[in-house]
C-alpha cells in the first residue's frame, strides 16, 4: 500500500513538473500543432493518471481492503483464477473504466467466472487493496511468460484463468467458455486474425515445467512453450458467439487505443 501511495504521488508530480515545463514550449493549434503541443498532451494525460492513482490509493483502496467479495459459486463451477496484470503502460491498472478502473474491471469480471481471484503484479507488489492475493514474478525481466510462471506456481487447483489487465472487452461470459473447452487440453487460446491471445487463456498446472524449462533457456515468448503442452486454440467462429472477435481483444497498448476504446 504504501508503495502504491509513494507511485501515485511521483506520478501526479513528475506530471505537474512536466506541465509546466511544456507550457513554455509554443502550443499551436490542433490543426497547427507548435512544438508544445504534444508534451502538453502527454502531461496533462500524465496528471489525469496520478490523480486518479492518488485517489486510489489514498481513499478508495482502503475502503476496498474491508469489502466483502462475490457469493460463492456452486462447487462444480469453481476453479482458482489468476488475474494476469500486464502492464504495458505502468499506470494502466489504475485507468477510469465504466465507472471504476480497469484493474477493478478485471477483477469483476472474473469474480463472475470464479471465487478465488489473484493479482499478478509484476516484479513488484502492488495493488493489494482490492480484496485479492497479489503475486509477484520470480524470474526477473522475463516479460509476461514470467506472470504466467508466477500465477502457475501459486495455483492450488487443476486451471488458472488468466487475464490482461488490458483487454477490458473480453466478456466474462467467453471467459467461462474459455474454462468449459478445457477438459483433455493443457491450455486452451482464443485465436484472432491467426493471432493468438494468449494473455487471454486458460493453463492448466502441467504448463509449469514447460514454462519453467523455457525461462531457464533464455526464451521469452508466450508461445514458446506450446510444443511441449497440449493446445486447444478457440477459432473465430466460436468467439463470435460471444461478440466481434476484433474488438473483443483490442489492446490499450497506447493513450489513443485507451481514449478510443473508453469513449
Known sequence: MLAERVLALATLLGGALFLIQARALPFGSAERPGAGFFPVLIAVFACVVGLVATARAFVLAPRAAGARTDPPLAPEQRTRVIVAIVLLVIFCALLPWAGSTLVEHALLRLREVCTDVRILSGPEARYAGYGATVHTDVVRDAGPLAGLHAGLLSLAAPLGLFLGVDTPLVPPALLGALVAAAAGFDAVVPVVGGR?????????????????????????????????????AMAEEELAAFGDPELMFRNLNTPEDYLRLRG
Do not use: H, I, N
Not at 492448466?204 to 497440449?230: I, Q, Y
Open 196 to 232: 493468438p491471445e494468449p494473455l487471454s487463456a486458460v493453463y492448466r498446472e502441467s504448463c509449469l515445467g514447460p514454462v519453467r524449462r523455457r525461462l531457464a533457456a533464455g526464451e521469452r515468448k508466450m508461445t514458446s512453450f506450446w510444443p511441449d503442452v497440449r493446445v486447444r
